[in-house]
């Protein structure tokens, strides 16, 4: 089930990106403000956009998350490699994604000092 729902997820976050998928919801609104007056702007007309949008985000927002968090794995794992990889690089840092949240600050806080330092001596013009 995992694996057909990553390739749904995957599909259809391509398909709903692209500028085709645009065009057809901006036409579908365009369609629906225009009949409004033939439906004398009803409260039915209204219903159908906000109950179609509503689906539609609903729907959207699991399959996106689902991409993203793909996304940032495997972004994980390739900047794993490369710390790996890299002899001055500590390997300590590999998978700190799912470290506590105070080690991850206090991690910020050194590497943030560290930026300093290196500002102090090449500072960006």
Do not use: C, Y
């Not at 009803?42 to 539609?56: A, C, D, E, G, P």
């Not at 710390?83 to 910020?108: C, H, Q, Y």
């Not at 000092?113 to 001596?121: C, G, M, T």
């Amino acid at each position: 089930m995992n694996e057909a729902f990553r390739k749904i997820a995957h599909r259809v976050s391509r398909i709903a990106g692209s500028p085709w998928t645009f065009l057809l919801a901006a036409s579908v609104v365009i369609l629906w403000a225009a009949t409004g007056w033939l439906f004398n702007f009803s409260n039915t007309w209204q219903l159908f956009i906000n109950t179609i949008t509503t689906v539609v985000t609903f729907l959207m927002v699991f399959l996106i998350q689902n991409t993203q968090n793909r996304d940032a794995q495997a972004t994980h794992l390739q900047l794993d490699e490369l710390i790996k990889a890299s002899r001055p690089a500590r390997d300590t840092l590999i998978g700190v994604e799912e470290d506590p949240d105070k080690k991850i600050e206090k991690l910020e806080q050194e590497f943030t000092k560290l930026r300093e330092r290196v500002d102090k001596h090449h500072p960006h013009e």
